[in-house]
């Protein structure tokens, strides 16, 4: 049975009286433990779908399935639960907050789910510590390098244990080497069993996927699925 699974998904916007098909009855099957690639050119609807799968968006028409409950139709707060609970996001922009440290912009997803001060702060510290990091727990993520900055966005992710690890092109503002870096740490996450989607512009970075699927006007090119 698949960890997520996509049936007939559509999303159109309406700009004033025009009806504008974004995706165009996607139909995917992602298993727990893969390591998928989303990849096509700008307006291919990649961002959208991710979107859609991170319950950040909802479908015009068609079914998500997470864990064979459809979650296509779910109030805010549910949506707003599974975020916290099932998914876990890596940002391009790494979307840490610069008032805070790195320690409590880890510990902040716990915080939602109500954990324990300490309990908070043990995975944080080890999370950090697992992404090379232990020695910036005080620091604020405005003195950090990008590479270092991404690193913590891994560990944030990571926090609350989710069910799939959404990484929207989590090398694009980086560096070859911290890119090989970030890389190494997805790669990682992967072989010790997280289910990993990412969209990317860069081939390089899918060298270790099981999958690349390829999208084009809103629409999975034949085969790619």
Do not use: W
Request: aromatic share 4%; with cysteine.
């Amino acid at each position: 049975m698949p960890i997520l699974e996509l049936v007939d998904l559509e999303k159109t916007y309406t700009i004033g009286e025009v009806k504008v098909p974004i995706l165009k009855k996607i139909k995917l099957q992602i298993y727990a433990g893969e390591f998928v690639a989303l990849m096509g050119p700008s307006g291919s609807g990649k961002s959208t779908l991710m979107n859609i799968i991170g319950c950040l968006d909802r479908p015009s028409g068609g079914h998500i399935l997470l864990k064979n409950e459809d979650i296509s139709n779910l109030s805010e707060e549910e949506l707003a639960r599974i975020r916290r609970e099932e998914i876990g996001f890596i940002f391009q922009t790494f979307n840490l907050i610069g008032r805070i440290s790195v320690l409590k912009n880890v510990e902040l997803p716990m915080i939602f789910r109500e954990k324990s001060r300490d309990e908070r702060i043990l995975r944080a510290q080890d999370l950090l510590g697992m992404v090379g990091l232990k020695h910036r727990l005080d620091y604020s993520p405005l003195n950090l390098s990008g590479g270092e900055r991404q690193r913590v966005a891994i560990a944030r992710a990571l926090a609350n244990n989710p069910a799939i690890i959404l990484a929207d092109e989590p090398t694009g503002n980086l560096d070859l080497k911290s890119t090989r870096d970030i890389m190494d740490i997805i790669r990682k996450l992967n072989d010790d069993g997280h289910t990993i989607i990412m969209v990317t512009h860069d081939a390089d970075t899918t060298e270790h996927c099981n999958r690349v699927i390829q999208l084009r006007d809103g629409k999975i090119l034949e085969g790619a699925s």
